[in-house]
């Protein structure tokens, strides 16, 4: 687990913005840090660099420095990047060393070098089971492969621009470095996808000039021509396997590390599946965090603690602090674009004091994307009989958004999911960005699905679960130095679950397909008879004590930070809503407060770049 990032260019890059880069990567990787240059021609240079690998580590597999990176080949000709974790390659490296491959490390990563020296990028792809952005490049076809997994829980930020140049990264504040001033122009449809979202969906990023990566798709970069080939390598499909015997299995594959392991345990069924098939494992020495809120009717701490002592593991109950001021930026600095999940506050305050005790932690991410346990998807799926079929109601903007039936009827059925837990709705974007027409969404389309709760699930899979569920996750555990492991993701389990047929797969209450994998929990503790919490902080709490001072001048800051994109008037209308009483915005005035950290933040860093 660690953070990569590399450059390819028609001249030498300075020193001064080589280290820029890997200091953008420091939290994802404390172990060790290390550069590898080239000249284009493919001759080594760490002074001069025309081309270049940058590794930093966060050791979990074979921790010795020689599983360091970046790593090579023993003719030197072959190089690897890696980020990641990939499980359950053992067997196939003893079958590279029955056929006289020789090891040098005990890590994943050297498998993945020495598969691909033996395979090649296109066979070795469907052998890497679990998580990963991978570059490796191989001077004897002077080719540079980059891939993101399947499911997209590895980030990856690149950017392709004037003759062939091409840079990569786990950061877009690691990759704005490397590459020339005009690529890092704000972007005006990544912000109006922000404003849509609360987070920008891939391909773009808030810049113009970088582009992430979609979750299942790999890139090819020729050195020669400078020409970028990306294509699909997976889409969700259906699969053979007991889900599960296959979960058990991708449990047991995520707790081998060479250091401590953990888990976050809340009081719903995902994570509590995963706590209680490890305890069934044997695993009773692993220790569960659950995030508190002191005095909060949310606070699933206590329930955590009931759960984890039945099942014969250590407890520890994080507090989240009542006050965030003194973090806030730097909380969206780890968020390194504009980024607003709530829930990515607290869960930055566990991380941090998790990664105290513990360098892995097992997550129960993805559950309600499989199974449809968000209650959106049953409120949404009440109108499915409208399909394409939509008024042609036009609307005035209007940023307090009063109109919102009518914004739902002027939309197909499939556009208006995106009202469901927007940011901004299209009446209120058309007011903050008056300039810009106000699109339904930014999504990209999910493969076609048989029901309309498939096609709603597929959406989620292509969109929300990668770009916004997995990246808040990675990134807040990634800012403290710790891995986190999503064994419901696994994509063997995955395409197991979706072979299911319906009346399985989707239940009321949801999810009833792990109800055996907790077997034996007494009814008092069982989430199958709790009230579905969420994980939501005291937000109003922050927003009218620790956050209160930077609503003046918000307005202004924001036309000015956004290259006069947002209108100061209708940005001010709305915190002034807020205040008055109207608590419905909370979310959204969190939204601009992020978005003003964020925008400041990233336009100092292209200053000092310049």
Partial sequence: MCGIAGFFLPEVLPRTAIDAAIDA????????????????????????????????????????????????????????????????????AAALAREGVVFNTRSDTEFILRGYERWGFAALLPKLRGMFALAILDWRTRTLWLARDRLGLKPLIYHHGDEGRFAFGSLVRAVMPLVPASARKLDADGLAAYLAHRYIPAPRTIFSGLRRLENGHLLRYDLDSGKLENRAYWQPAAGEGEPLALLDEAIGLRTVADRPVGVFLSSGVDSVVIASRLAAQGHKDLSTYTAAFAGSTLDESGAAAGI???????????????????????????????????????????????????????????????????????????????????????????????????????????????????????????????????????????????????????????????????????????????????????????????????????????????????????????????????????????LSSDLADRYAGLGARLAVNSDGLLDAVAVDTLVAAYREGNRRYAEQVLQLLMLDASLAQLKQLDTELR
């Fill in 25 to 92: 990567l420091r939290r994802r990787g404390p172990d060790a840090a290390h550069v590898t240059g080239w000249r284009r021609d493919g001759s080594r240079s760490d002074t001069d660099a025309e081309c270049g690998l940058l590794h930093r580590r966060l050791s979990i597999r074979d921790p010795r420095p020689e599983a360091d990176q970046p790593m090579r080949n023993d003719a030197g000709d072959i190089w690897i990047c890696y980020n990641g974790e990939v499980y359950g390659w053992e067997d196939d």
């Fill in 308 to 542: 984890a002592k039945h099942l014969g593991l250590r407890h520890e109950r994080i507090e989240v602090p009542n006050t965030i001021a003194a973090d806030f930026d730097e909380i969206v600095a780890t968020l390194d674009e504009p980024f607003a999940d709530p829930s990515a506050l607290p869960m930055w305050y566990l991380s941090r004091q998790t990664s105290e005790q513990v360098k892995v932690v097992l997550c129960g991410d993805g559950g309600d994307e499989l199974f449809a346990g968000y209650k959106r998807y049953r409120q949404h799926l009440r109108s499915s009989w409208r399909g394409g079929f939509r008024l042609p109601l036009p609307y005035k903007p209007d940023v307090l958004g009063r109109n919102k039936l009518a914004q739902e009827a002027g939309l197909s059925w499939g556009d208006a999911y995106s009202l469901r837990f927007s940011g901004f709705s299209p009446q209120q974007r058309a007011a903050l960005m008056p300039t810009r027409p106000a699109r339904p969404h930014y999504w990209r389309d999910g493969v076609a699905a048989a029901s309309p709760v498939e096609s709603l699930l597929n959406r989620d899979l292509a969109n929300y679960l990668p770009e916004y569920i997995l990246r808040k996750a990675d990134l807040v555990t990634m800012a403290h130095g710790l891995e986190g492991r999503a064994p419901l993701l696994d994509h063997h389990f995955v395409a197991s679950v979706l072979a299911q047929p319906a009346a399985r797969r989707f239940t009321d209450p949801a999810k009833q397909l792990l109800a055996p994998a907790m077997a034996g929990l007494p009814d008092a503790l069982n989430p199958f008879l709790q009230k579905k919490r969420g994980f939501n902080p005291p937000l109003t709490h922050w």
